[in-house]
């Protein structure tokens, strides 16, 4: 079983559109986060959610919407697509906001055109 | 300012060998944490080892260990009998107690020659 699990893995989309990326985790984590991986592979956060709250909200265009229906989701949603927001987006969970590691899924690379 | 400092972009290594990765970070907080991660070609994160700073021993994880030296601030990974499977980059992070956000490094590319 995956343990934290992001669809769709690829997408390609037109600018202006507007696209999500959903997250889930069947780990019992209280904790989820979403980060940004850039071309030259920085991994920057942009948000984090402990039980559906959220704690983490860095300096991210506000066309950037994290939803969180429970705990074990958090999804991303994108308006207005651009293209410098072509990157891989990874989603991870952790036991607690202070917990030790967290667990990432297989990143969406998203190519916007 | 918390940072952290992987100084080598890049390690060509023959297998069977063993490898350290080089991690530095910087922070006035005595309550962190220290992570490495490796993310192979396919994309993934995958977690290798954390280091409490109050841990006393050195984290082992199988051929992985964490050379961690708290006055030079330095949190190195050795990795025993490399194999060609460790090709992909690794990344450092420290977590600082404080806020609890996760600090990453560039990364490293680890190549292991056959």
Request: hydrophobic letters at 35%; aromatic letters at 12%; one cysteine or more.
């Amino acid at each position: 079983d995956t343990a934290v699990s992001q669809t769709p893995k690829y997408l390609v989309t037109q600018m202006g559109n507007d696209k999500s990326i959903k997250c889930e985790q069947n780990l019992g984590h209280d904790t989820m986060y979403w980060y940004k991986q850039d071309s030259k592979k920085f991994l920057k956060i942009m948000f984090s959610y402990n039980n559906k709250e959220l704690i983490i909200n860095e300096t991210v265009p506000n066309r950037f919407s994290p939803k969180s229906p429970d705990k074990a989701h958090l999804n991303l949603h994108i308006n207005s697509l651009e293209l410098g927001d072509s990157a891989v987006y990874f989603c991870a969970s952790s036991r607690s906001f202070e917990g030790s590691e967290a667990f990432f899924g297989q990143g969406t690379r998203l190519t916007v055109v | 300012a918390q940072k952290i400092t992987q100084t080598q972009p890049g390690m060509f290594v023959q297998e069977k060998e063993a490898v350290t990765l080089d991690c530095t970070y910087d922070t006035s907080d005595q309550s962190y944490g220290l992570f490495w991660y490796k993310q192979p070609s396919s994309g993934e994160m995958i977690f290798l080892i954390y280091q409490g700073s109050y841990d006393e021993q050195n984290a082992t994880e199988g051929r992985y260990s964490l050379n961690f030296q708290k006055a030079r601030k330095s949190a190195n990974l050795v990795i025993s009998a490399s194999q060609l499977g460790d090709s992909a980059m690794y990344f450092c992070a420290m977590r600082v107690n404080s806020n609890y956000q996760l600090i990453w490094g560039a990364g490293t590319k680890l190549i292991i020659k056959p």
